[in-house]
């Protein structure tokens, strides 16, 4: 069966300083992998996605860019955090862009 | 624009009293809508995909439904453990598949 795994849990960073979450698909392959950014009492908002290798769509302009260095790896960076960059960060894969999505636990980021 | 609404934003339920959640959708061309549940500090788990209006799904205590303009999550009978935070997502036809438009949520408490 698929896991997705997500770390850490939960982060607390200064401002200025870089950020690096990491997200690892397992029993699956090519998946489209997703990061999300949820806050309080909205929806889910799309960050980036991406369905290869080396291939990454930004859905909204920010101060964070993501990776894909491998098919099941998916990692979300900052170079210098803003204190609006805190929130609950979600990754997600799919088998396709027609099916359901499947989430990670969640990273917690709490920028002070 | 692709928009989602969910009501009430928040239910509170005695055990074993039956109810809906509402999710009302305006997309352009509907390809599937999506429900997930989600539990305080975890990313969301997903319960049902419905690609078509009249199409319903069951998963132990609950039940989802489709029509053309909104869906319904029915839940029978609750129990304390389905409390969670529930939440429906549409992907539109034209978007090339790779956003969901999430809603807000409803909040539901049961309690014992």
């Known amino acids: 069966s698929q896991t997705i795994h997500q770390w850490p849990a939960t982060l607390v960073q200064p401002v200025g300083s870089p950020l690096s979450l990491e997200c690892t698909v397992e029993g699956t392959s090519n998946p489209n992998l997703y990061w999300y950014r949820q806050a309080a009492g909205r929806g889910l908002q799309l960050l980036f996605y991406?369905?290869?290798?080396?291939?990454i769509s930004s859905e909204v302009p920010q101060n964070l860019s993501a990776s894909r260095p491998q098919d099941r790896q998916f990692i979300l960076s900052s170079k210098k955090l803003l204190l609006s960059d805190s929130g609950f960060y979600l990754c997600?894969?799919?088998?396709?862009?027609?099916?359901?999505?499947?989430f990670g636990q969640g990273t917690r980021l709490t920028v002070v | 624009e692709d928009q989602v609404t969910q009501s009430p934003e928040a239910l509170r339920l005695q055990e074993g009293e039956s109810s809906s959640l509402n999710c009302s959708y305006t997309v352009s061309g509907l390809r599937g809508l999506f429900w997930y549940r989600q539990d305080p500090g975890k990313g969301p788990e997903f319960l049902f995909t419905?690609?078509?209006a009249g199409e319903e799904k069951e998963k132990e205590r609950l039940k989802a439904t489709l029509t053309k303009k909104e869906s319904f999550l029915h839940i029978t009978a609750p129990k304390p453990e389905d409390s969670a935070t529930y939440l429906c997502a549409v992907q539109a036809k034209d978007n090339y598949g790779q956003n969901f438009v999430f809603g807000p949520g409803t909040r539901l408490s049961v309690l014992p």
């Open positions: 419905l690609y078509s």
């Open positions: 991406s369905v290869g290798i080396g291939q």
């Open positions: 997600a894969w799919r088998r396709d862009r027609w099916t359901e999505a499947f």
